[in-house]
């Protein structure tokens, strides 16, 4: 058994492309998703390539451990990036938003991010390997009725600085990744790319799924030896730190 990469929310956006673009590199892929579906598909376009896919809900602790428990039988686990997340449904403000939801998202997208680092932080010391979080622009800029996303990702960046730390003597880099605002299904649920003022980004345009590959690549390779506890902000220029 070789080494293997995990992918989470796999099965779409982000994370499909980040899982796409490692198979193409040959690299062995463990993709995970709620939606086991989207796997199905996912499988079905790299029938001959390198992958297993996994059905998890990053929220539970017994489903992350159960997908651990599949990347150690599937081999050593060199890197996770951990792309699952979820999108908010209400866009208001916060007096208008359900509670259940903002419980929710932050049950998704943080307590999801802090149970996959605690699952997986160990596997990837036994190859000093590398955990690749997904955070977002919005962690910095803030974004207007959006309250619940936004608490949720600054947690995502916060986790990966203190991740960072605690996973640095097991010879393990944890880093985070910000994408700006970029085309994918759950962007859309919020708002249509199309429409999306791209004024402010000096590169003018929305982000596609594929740009997020070039740092993930990095973070998980040996060019980014000693980098950790850093957020890699991916989004045109419209947000620089």
């Not at 998202?105 to 149970?115: D, K």
């Not at 880093?175 to 003018?204: K, M, Q, V």
Request: charged residues 15%.
């Amino acid at each position: 058994m070789g080494a293997l990469v995990v992918v989470t929310g796999a099965g779409r956006g982000l994370g499909r492309a980040v899982a796409e673009a490692l198979l193409a590199d040959g690299t062995a892929v463990l993709a995970a998703d709620l939606d086991g579906a989207s796997l199905d598909a996912l499988r079905a376009a790299h029938s001959d390539a390198p992958l297993t896919t996994h059905v998890a809900d990053v929220a539970d602790e017994a489903s992350v451990a159960a997908l651990a428990g599949a990347a150690r039988g599937g081999g050593e686990v060199a890197a996770v990036v951990h792309c699952a997340a979820l999108v908010a449904v209400t866009r208001a403000p916060a007096a208008d938003i359900p509670v259940e939801e903002f419980d929710r998202v932050l049950a998704v997208n943080a307590r999801g991010s802090w149970l996959v680092g605690r699952a997986f932080i160990p596997l990837l010391a036994e190859t000093r390997g590398s955990l690749v979080l997904f955070a977002s622009e919005t962690a910095f800029t803030g974004s207007q009725g959006l309250s619940h996303y936004v608490a949720s990702k600054g947690a995502v960046v916060s986790l990966a600085r203190a991740f960072a730390r605690e996973a640095a003597p097991l010879g393990v880099r944890v880093n985070a990744i910000a994408p700006g605002f970029t085309d994918t299904e759950g962007a859309r649920a919020i708002g249509d790319p199309a429409r999306y003022d791209t004024s402010a980004t000096p590169l003018g345009r929305v982000g596609q799924p594929g740009d997020m590959v070039g740092a993930v690549r990095f973070l998980i390779g040996d060019g980014s030896a000693f980098v950790t506890g850093q957020t890699i902000h991916v989004n045109g220029g419209r947000h620089v730190s």
